[in-house]
């Protein structure tokens, strides 16, 4: 599975009602999707799938707020993360 489709899949199953969609340029923090404490399990999530670790520092709320903006963040610490 590609990394956008595994991260939709993921906010979807995590934080969204099941009529709802999210692409890749839907803003999840400003629009209140994802809570800064959905955005830790989200954070621990990518460590986990990606074998990474994402500094504090990095794990800015504007990282998080659209999948292709978390995808360029997963490349970061993981150019090879498909």
Known sequence: ????????????DEYLEEDDEVGLDTPLISSGIVDSFSMVSLKTFLENKYNISIPD???AP??????RKIIDLVHEFNPDAE
């Open 57 to 59: 520092e990095k794990a």
């Open 1 to 12: 599975m590609a990394m956008q489709d595994l991260i939709i899949e993921y906010i979807k």
């Open 62 to 67: 504007e990282a998080f707020d659209t999948v």
